[in-house]
């Protein structure tokens, strides 16, 4: 499949992580912006998508991701700013293929081939409730070193710290609110599970199917 996460530093949101090219197909937006790595479901017209505010509830309705391109990208691999598509614009949409997405989880151990849920606002997950999103800790104290997680990009999962003190070399994560996730036709957890982007941001590596759902 030739895969070629194991030869990035880190993952980035949006961007396939195989080195064949992903199946795509080109779009149009509508409604709200959308960033590369979304999940975009089918518009009002024929060849045009749009941002869905609630994943779980219209999970049957996606489409693809908006998938990053060269044509359309930060100014080198890596940054993080978010690359926006607004409305009107044209993008890639990922029908079929590996993708770097946001991963929200239980704690409970991810592994390869796992089935793939999304929470509404497009975090990917490994059940279908419980699932809280982690995110990275701005300035951590050792005051609060007790609520933090550490995040293991073996298993695809996060643990309290065991640290009485915060350690610079480290990110620590704080958990948010339980969310509910539906469960993505044709979607497993890909090798590779899970690794942190420059900003400490959890992202999955994800086999999409949904060209094989799509009338050609």
């Known amino acids: 499949m030739g895969l070629i996460l194991n030869r990035l530093k880190k993952f980035v949101k949006g961007y396939s992580t195989a080195m064949n090219n992903p199946y795509t197909q080109g779009g149009i937006l509508e409604g709200a912006d959308a960033v590369n790595g979304d999940f975009l479901v089918f518009g009002s017209t024929d060849g045009f998508y749009t941002k869905d505010a609630d994943l779980v509830a219209h999970v ?4 693809g991701v908006l998938l990053a391109t060269n044509v359309k990208v930060t100014l080198s691999y890596g940054d993080n700013p978010a690359v926006t598509t607004k409305a009107g614009e044209s993008f890639n949409l990922m029908v079929e293929g590996f993708v770097a997405l946001p991963l929200a989880t239980t704690g409970a151990q991810i592994k390869e081939g796992d089935p793939v849920y999304v929470t509404a606002d497009g975090y990917v997950a ?8 982690f995110t990275p800790v701005v300035a951590p104290r050792t005051a609060d070193i007790a609520t933090y997680y550490e995040f293991d990009s073996t298993k695809g999962s996060f643990t309290l710290t065991t640290d009485t003190a915060v350690k610079t070399t480290k990110t620590y994560f704080k958990a948010g609110t339980a969310k509910a996730a539906a469960a993505i036709a044709n979607a497993r957890f890909a090798k590779g599970i899970a690794d942190t982007d420059e900003d400490g941001v959890v992202l999955a590596n994800v086999y999409l ?3 094989s759902a799509k009338a050609e």
């Open 126 to 133: 490994n059940a279908a409730s419980g699932n809280k999103v």
């Open 60 to 63: 049957k309705n996606i489409a």
């Open 209 to 211: 199917n949904f060209k």
